[in-house]
């Protein structure tokens, strides 16, 4: 999926995240992202393993697995 606008000013992008199994999961994997600089929103859902992030401009994919596995978890890339 490729990233999308869904107001002026933010990016929605979607990405999948393996080795989320519970609600603790999902918030470690969210703080780590939402410490990225221009993210505004975080979303990560651990039952479909996808992690929705809404930014001010399109995130650097590398910095955002470098915040997935900083929370103990893997990138596998675009949902």
Same mark, same amino acid.
């Given at each position: 999926?490729?990233?999308?606008?869904?107001? %002026?000013?933010?990016?929605? !992008?979607?990405?999948?995240?393996?080795?989320?199994?519970?609600?603790?999961?999902?918030?470690?994997?969210?703080?780590?992202?939402?410490?990225?600089?221009?993210?505004?929103?975080?979303? !990560?859902?651990?039952?479909?393993?996808?992690?929705?992030?809404?930014?001010?401009? %399109?995130?650097?994919?590398? !910095?955002? +697995?470098?915040?997935?596995?900083?929370?103990?978890?893997?990138?596998?890339? +675009? !949902?």
């Amino acid at each position: 999926m490729s990233a999308q606008t869904d107001t %002026p000013g933010s990016v929605t !992008a979607v990405y999948q995240v393996s080795g989320m199994s519970c609600g603790h999961c999902e918030g470690s994997v969210s703080g780590e992202i939402s410490q990225l600089a221009g993210v505004s929103s975080v979303k !990560a859902v651990a039952s479909t393993g996808e992690v929705t992030v809404i930014s001010a401009a %399109p995130l650097d994919e590398e !910095a955002v +697995r470098a915040a997935v596995d900083e929370a103990g978890f893997e990138l596998t890339g +675009r !949902a």
